[in-house]
């Protein structure tokens, strides 16, 4: 199984302040047929399901705010939020989505500082 | 719109076994592989396993850790997925989630259903 994990695992970052979470793999996820690296990121607040924000390492989901972005290749990836909003504060994964078994990071808990 | 309703959670003992469902609108269900992914009470997020739809085989695919115990399926008469566990371990208490992606990640997911496996 391909492991994920994931540093910090907590932050606290400052309303409007940059916050980077970083994700690494035990293997590589880029596929040699498309290119693409297959690394999802999610948010997850307090009590309520988590929600998909970036596929493909960079992908944003459908309304998912520009403020979010990703970046990364191989087996390192990047979560960044460039200005953190008081909606932010939540649990962040990655997520390999290349092979079966899909892994997930542990988790990243973003708050305000 | 798409929803994703899970169903069947509850109290059981160890060793036993239950049924989750999970009902499905807004989408065409049969062209559409589907999850499960399930979450211990304040830690972090494990995939259980991914059906494919028929067209694409039909073929179930699990997480190391469910060793035969978990079974995946689904009725595509009923826009319907199932989980049945069996063989329940404490450690399988959690809540339960269906989601689904469209060919990409897991954009969309149900509110859960818990599962409390007792000693």
């Known amino acids: 199984d391909i492991v994920m994990t994931q540093s910090p695992d907590s932050l606290a970052v400052s309303l409007g302040e940059r916050a980077t979470i970083n994700c690494k793999s035990s293997?590589?996820?880029?596929?040699?047929?498309?290119?693409?690296?297959?690394l999802a990121w999610y948010q997850q607040r307090p009590g309520q399901p988590p929600k998909l924000l970036i596929y493909?390492?960079?992908t944003r989901d459908s309304g998912v705010p520009d403020r979010f972005s990703g970046s990364g290749s191989g087996t390192d990836f990047t979560l960044t939020i460039s200005s953190l909003q008081a909606e932010d504060v939540a649990v962040y994964y990655c997520q390999q989505h290349y092979t079966t078994p899909f892994t997930f990071g542990p988790g990243t808990k973003v708050d305000i500082k | 719109e798409v929803q994703l309703v899970e169903s069947g959670g509850g109290l059981v003992k160890r060793g036993g076994s239950l049924r989750l469902s999970c009902a499905a609108s807004g989408f065409t269900f049969s062209n559409t592989w589907m999850s499960w992914i399930r979450q211990a009470p304040g830690k972090g997020l494990e995939w259980v396993g991914r059906i494919k739809s028929k067209i694409s085989g039909g073929t179930v695919d699990y997480a190391t850790y469910v060793k035969g115990r978990f079974t995946i399926s689904r009725d595509d008469s009923k826009n319907m997925m199932y989980l049945q566990l069996s063989g329940l371990k404490i450690e399988d208490t959690a809540m339960y989630y269906c989601?689904?992606?469209?060919?990409?990640?897991?954009?969309?997911w149900g509110q859960g259903t818990l599962v409390t496996v007792s000693s």
């Open positions: 293997q590589s996820l880029l596929s040699s047929s498309d290119k693409k690296n297959y």
């Open positions: 989601t689904t992606g469209f060919g990409t990640a897991e954009s969309h």
């Open positions: 493909w390492t960079s």
